[in-house]
């Protein structure tokens, strides 16, 4: 079984940037892959908050966590800066899948690629899917890449 080409940064819809910090390296001298997720779920964060769908203090419903997965290509080291691309790989009623690249400086291909799934809930009871909110549906619409 063959693995599908590695990303390049126009494959993705919406970019946030970032730098790494001396504590993101590990004793191998690169950045410890537990970062990694750090990375993808502040890119995630900064994307619901800068498309107003998230209101950490108010929102009645919000994206649970189930499932994220990462494949690490090449090493990011401290002193870094990260560009981290979103796109949306799955639209569902109640979930979305985002994917994600993580580009080293200015570097064309991802040095490690993620997905992260969120399922939507009431944040009050937190028990069952709820639709997701408009607002994220019409954002991640924008965030969906043309069929290849």
């Known amino acids: 079984m063959s693995r599908p080409p ?16 001396w504590m993101d390296n590990d004793v191998y001298g690169h ?38 997965q990462c494949r690490y290509f090449a090493p990011i080291t401290f002193p870094d800066q ?12 109640s979930s979305i899948r985002y994917e994600l690249g993580l580009f080293r ?19 009050a009871a937190q028990e069952r899917a709820v639709p997701l909110p408009a607002k994220l549906r019409d954002a991640a619409l924008r965030l969906l890449m043309p069929p290849a």
């Open 6 to 21: 590695i990303s390049t940064r126009a494959d993705y819809r919406w970019f946030t940037s970032m730098p790494t910090r």
């Open 31 to 68: 950045v410890n892959n537990v970062q990694y997720y750090s990375f993808i779920d502040t890119a995630v964060a900064e994307f619901l908050i800068a498309n107003q769908v998230l209101d950490l203090a108010s929102s009645t419903e919000v994206g649970l966590v189930v499932e994220t």
């Open 82 to 93: 990260i560009t981290c691309g979103v796109r949306c790989g799955r639209l569902g009623s």
């Open 105 to 123: 400086n200015e570097e064309a291909q991802a040095s490690a690629e993620a997905h992260f799934i969120h399922v939507y809930v009431a944040r």
